[in-house]
């Protein structure tokens, strides 16, 4: 008897079975005349007692072999085949896509609503818009120039530490974009796009490796940049507490401007609102929170942007959308914003037909 | 940065209360970031001795006190602490006052039959510790009616403040004491040079064999000195500010940081191998076990301190733990040098190595204090310590920090708007600021800057933009030149008169009706976001990134596109769409019990150099229940009704608009379009999405989902509308039903029918499709609603059956159908 043969032929009878199984239920029986109870395979295997101890030992090597290779084939077909069922059931399922939808959406206005970020971003569009302000853009992937460099934070800067920034695979000119860390590039587009005078706002997406209770590795921002002649720090801390009381509507709510540091403007300033800390209401008890920050534009940043600081003069400030939405509505919590939680979704949203206007208040 | 009152009041002589301190200090620029007042909480808790201690007639675990609080009268207090006995002399809180471990208010009570008027307290009522075994057992000298915190010592209060990036010299006391004292809170206590003379020649020599490494460097020894614990005074300082105190030497290094700014390094003398310390560059394969026990793999980019045997500190930012001392050192050696801020940015950040030596130097240190500060720490050993000096061991040249800047008044009154700062008041604050007066008229100052100040008129070149013109570039770079040192003097006189002292202005506006904030396009986004919401879909907000492996079910995932360093491996991908994000919200929702949603989002789709901003939505499950309406499951018509309605409220012409069924493969194959206007540009896609991302994202129910391209739709034309089509005869409309090949689009149908006759025919729409058993294998039954209108005069029977001759013949021309009868 040939040890090999009959296995051999085994192999490609099963395999031609297979191939010509057309369907599941074909397929399943080539399987269990092969792997079955009584299968081929299966009586070779009980007919190894049968043979003499110096010969098993080989013969069981070659079957093993056999039925992984026999298994594999089966796999491999059922795949197949499923695949070839499921792109038949889809061709099958074809619809005409040419017709026209239902008048009607499969659910009612009031099933939906505007996300508390997109709202405020629309509410400071309302505000700044009536201080003459027009909004501009920036991508969320930036060059490290547009993102540092033209801000005034060389590499080496102690400031680039706090940014915490995420970096994607250099490009041609080896050097690596990043998820911007702030919107401040959209300033120096915006210098680089226009002539001044400007004045202008950047609400957008930012990014910082930084995921706890209080950050999320995205969030959002809203840059503001004024550039003209004669514009003051008077003209900077007006406009913001101009911003402050409209969007948190509270007609005499303290504000608080605080010397400090950036790289892009100096004089540089953070500022306060008034709250209290004991019963989270703003504009009430004696304490501070702050909100924002704002200067008067570094020549630096001029410069690099083509803007003789000689000639012009301009404040800038950035400040997060996610902490003040959560200040004026009281919302606890920084993570659901990102989850899509309907729960949470249907609780915060706002009305689409209600859109923010200073006409009926923001 | 921390420090305790008393530290600051060594360099600030002041009467200004801590109220007072914190207050200005955040004013400018140097934000409070907390105060640790102990003595403030325990102010009312006064030392008391019990008088006597007798059993309590009614509880076996209780005693009855009397009590003496110092001020004459003696008070019933009833108390459970097992070493509570006549003669003891403890904390005593009163009616009123709040135990800080429980935040209760004490108040006078009555303990079983006893009354008690106050509380001896342990020491972690007092939140002193943890000790509550008993009460707290002070020495029977300490002063009967005393405040406790004041007799421990507690009454120090520790400020910690948050030092910006730019201000170096505000990383030592003696720097917040110049900030305090310039904004009229005191006097700076001037640094005075104590004379030492020196007993014998350094042991130890400094050579400079790179000056990247080092520009500058002083040293001495100090011999026969003892290195134990250092005083109690600096201890208690070092602890307060949550520092380990270690010994007296290195105490003393510590001393020196926080104090003055000035990192200084002790070596033991007899630990270094050879006469010289070698200021230089590493070399591949060096390494340093530096005094914080970890070992650095060095490179030639760092600058180390070496002896014979090797490096033995990165310079400026950590000491070798070889020749570092001990308390079995008699002899050390003082390093004071000036490294470069760049060069120990760069290293520190290399090995993330975060000293307080580091923080300040790559801030820049007071390129003046060496020689001075060597002095002072010289003294302090000597003090502290015992022993004798050596001579100074110097290499390399000092600093060149000298510098001028100039304030023109007019300009500084350019930014405060109507609050024009006086010339004197400028100076004064500039003088106060340690700046000095070279020349001065009545139009502007010319100042020296002071030595210690690194951040006005900061190196560093400009980075201007490559696409500049040249010119532009050149005036815009000679006008920073030129007014960026005033811009400085500007910030410091402002900072420190208070930015609260100029008065707010309004923002003129241009106008009083402003012209839109919005650009059209901007203003299209929002609507298109209003729409899907007006349709039932909550607007989300999701991560731009995901998992590659999601993200690939929905189209490439270029490398270019990865992130390097992502926060968790989920997020490292930016995604191709957003109906990817939504999809997994609609999951996760699922899981919570919640299947059926309609979600959209206005956000990026990434594609390698530009980003796509789309409107895009997911439903998932079916229509909520209703006695009107039976449930159903959403299907691709739903997600196409709401690209649809996108669309025709962004003022996109849909008559131009095509449906084609090559949609990307995240569709399910037979049950998606693409939006087209003309046969190039893609408006949107729709559809049922595919069973296998379905699977793979574990969405049970059926899902849609539909992306519209807001940026590939053509910018609205500003187009008056022309007169409307008023004709005075009714339209008249006739039902056509067509037999046709299941294959042909009802679409084809359509527009033949409406094409049949221009002049009469002005709509055309399909009204009724039927699949089924009655009908030929592979066909349907589609039925058209086609609008006649009359224009001249009202149309005859005949007229509309040649019109109906004219549709049935066009439709069948187009696709094959055939009229049912």
Redesign the interface.
Known sequence: MSDTNDLAALRDSTAQQLAAAADLRAWDAVRVAVLGKSGSLTGLLKGLGAIAPEARKERGASLNRLKGELEGLVEARRTALEEAALDARLAAERLDVTLSPRPFPPSGAEAGGIHPISRTMEEITAIFGAMGFAVAEGPDIESDWLNFGALNIPEHHPARQDHDTFYLPAGADGRRPVLRTHTSPVQARTMLGQEPPIRIIAPGRTWRADHDATHSPMFHQVEGLVIDRGITLGHLKGCLIDFLRAFFDIRDLPVRFRASYFPFTEPSMEVDIGWSRKTGELGKGSDWLEILGSGMVHPKVLANCGIDPREWQGFAFGMGIERITMLKHGMPDLRPFYESDLRWLRHWASDPLSPPSLAEGV | MKFPLSWLKTHLETEASLEEILACL????L?VEGVEDKARALASFRIARVVEATQHPNADRLRALTVDAGDGKLLSVVCGAPNARTGLVGVLAMPGDTIPATGTVLKVGEIRGVKSEGMMCSARELGLGEDHSGIIDLPADAPIGASYAAWAGMDDPVIEISV????GDALSVHGVARDLAAAGLGRLKPLVSPSIAPAYPSPLTWRIEDPRACHYVLGRAVRGVTNGPSPKWLQDWLSAIGQRPISALVDVTNLFTYGLGRPLHVFDVAKVKGGTLTMRMAQDGESLLALNGKTYALTPEDGIIADESGPEALGGIIGGEPTGCDEGTTECFIECAIFD??RI??SG?RHDVRTDARARF??GVDQALPALALELATQTILQLCGGEASTVAEAGTPPAWQRNATLRFERLA??????AVLPAEAVGILERLGFTVVSQDAAQVTVAVPSWRNDIIAA??????P???AD??A??????A???PE??L??EV??IRG??T?????????SAV??????PR?SRA?LA?????????????????MEGRTAALFGETP??????????AD?DQ?RPTPVA??LL?AS??AA?G?PD????E?G?A?RPG??LQVAAGV?VGH??RHWAEASRA?????A???V??VLAALGVPMAGVQ?T?DAPGFY??????VVRQGPKTVLAT???IH??VRAALDIAGPAVGFEVFLDAIPDPKRRKRGAPDLPAFQPVRRDFAFLVD??V????LRRAALGADRTLITEA??FD?YAGDKLPEGKVSLAVQVTLQPRDATLTDAAIEAVAEKVVAAVTKASGAVLRA
């Open positions: 955040n004013t400018i620029g934000e910006t990036p730019n201000r801020p760049v940015a760069l950040r790559e801030r350019s930014y405060g708007g109507d609050a560093g070149e400009l980075t201007q933009a696409e500049l013109p532009r570039a005036k815009a770079a000679e006008g920073c030129a007014i960026e811009c400085d500007i910030e402002l900072r930015l609260n100029i008065p707010p202005v309004s923002l003129p506006v241009a402003p012209p839109a904030a919005l650009t901007q929002v976001r209003r729409t899907l919401a007006a349709r039932g879909m909550l607007d989300c907000v999701s991560y731009g990134f490398e270019s596109l990865r992130v390097e360093n992502p926060i968790a997020l930016m994000s939504l919200a996760r929702n919570r919640y949603v309609a979600l959209s206005l990026a990434y530009m980003q439903r229509t909520p959403v299907d691709a018509m739903d196409k009704g709401d649809l309605a449906v069924t399910h194959p037979g049950r998606a379009g729709f559809g049922e069973p296998k299941a294959t689009p009802a679409e084809t729409a399909i499709r």
